[in-house]
């Protein structure tokens, strides 16, 4: 298995521009995950869905952010108009309900925004 | 709410030391698991152990062992005889058991182990 699927690894990109992040999640996987990282406030879970349905988007931070996930094999995390203060690393992880919790999440490699 | 805290924001030892990183959790759920991850330089967080509120017995893997303490709402986590390809930021997280698959993370702690 091919694990969790980020793209772009790094977006460096004026402050103004829309920026979609993408995730493939791991076949058969239910759950999906948007986190973010930062320095100073750590893992935050952004936004996640279920069955490709959104559960709980109450980490979103502004109505610049929004999330699609429109099959059961992709997502896309995209900030319209981007802020230097979205600078981070936005992770993406998938689970299986139930059984997932066995072995937790597991996570793709990132992509590491720079908003400048 | 759920909140998990690693008061420990980085720490360094000699090769071979062993360290401890603390891990202090808070909910109002009666089950919930508890984890603990990995980020090493590189960036990838690694699962390393999922424990459930229903079982308090400490769990060995080699260097590593936790210590799940209820009473004190603590999850800790020992590397034995560390090395220095132990150097990695560690994240606990919590989640509960029957509600949701949502993992919340504490800030983590930043081990170094010096050559």
């Known amino acids: 298995d091919a694990g969790v699927i980020q793209s772009p690894r790094h977006e460096v990109t004026e402050m103004g521009q829309e920026v979609t992040l993408r995730c493939k999640p791991i076949?058969?996987?239910?759950?999906l995950f948007w986190y973010r990282q930062t320095m100073m406030r750590g893992l935050e879970l952004l936004i996640y869905?279920?069955?490709?349905?959104?559960?709980?988007d109450s980490g979103m931070p502004e109505d610049r952010f929004s999330a699609k996930m429109p099959n059961a094999s992709f997502s896309t995390l995209k900030i319209q108009p981007s802020e230097p203060r979205d600078s981070a690393v936005y992770f993406c992880?998938?689970?299986?309900?139930?059984?997932?919790?066995?072995?937790?999440?597991?996570f793709g490699s990132g992509t590491r925004l720079t908003v400048v | 709410a759920q909140k998990v805290t690693q008061a420990q924001t980085e720490i360094s030892v000699v090769e071979k030391e062993d360290v401890t990183l603390d891990c202090v959790y808070e909910t109002r759920d009666t089950t919930y698991y508890l984890f603990w991850y990995k980020q090493p330089p590189s960036g990838e967080l690694v699962f390393l152990i999922r424990?459930?509120?229903?079982?308090?017995q400490n769990e060995i893997s080699g260097r590593y062992s936790w210590n799940f303490q209820k009473s004190t709402s603590s999850f800790n986590f020992t590397i034995t005889a560390s090395q220095v390809v132990d150097s990695a930021v560690y994240f606990c997280?919590?989640?509960?058991?029957?509600?949701?698959?949502?993992?919340?993370f504490g800030k983590g702690t930043r081990l170094h182990i010096l050559p």
């Open positions: 992880a998938s689970s299986l309900s139930g059984k997932g919790r066995l072995g937790g999440y597991t």
């Open positions: 997280a919590l989640s509960d058991l029957n509600r949701d698959d949502k993992i919340i």
């Open positions: 424990r459930n509120s229903f079982d308090e």
């Open positions: 076949s058969g996987h239910d759950y």
């Open positions: 869905f279920n069955n490709n349905v959104p559960i709980d």
